[in-house]
């Protein structure tokens, strides 16, 4: 079982940056596609980036394409997303994702087996 933990939230202005981290607490993560979604107060769970199965390409959501980077580290086994130029619609609890199954669409909450607690990110206008 593998359990991620995210770190790196806070309360922002707009138009700075930001840096999360994930941690999974098992090295054999190599074989977990990775991702990133958020979930803003009243809304639902929404996909923000991802690793493909290989890791070799990465995929982002319209609304955060040029502005967010999603990238790994293996020597370190941590996943990060950078963020910069943040918007107050940025605010929300952003959560680190895994999936198992190499065929599952990357872009749904469904195809992900494995969750962080959430890290919450405020972005102030």
Known sequence: QV????SGGGVVQAGTSLLL???????????VAMAWFRQAPGKE?????AFTWSGSRTYYADSVKGR?????????NMVYLQMISLKPEDTAVYYCAGRTNFRARYDIRESY???GQGTQVTVSS
């Not at 981290?21 to 074989?31: F, G, I, K, V």
Request: hydrophobic share 30%; proline share 3%.
């Open 113 to 115: 087996n494995y969750w």
């Open 68 to 76: 967010f980077t999603i990238s790994r580290d293996n020597a370190k």
């Open 21 to 31: 981290s994930c941690a999974p607490s098992d090295h054999t993560y190599s074989t």
């Open 45 to 49: 769970r929404e996909f923000v980036a």
């Open 3 to 6: 359990q991620l933990v995210e």
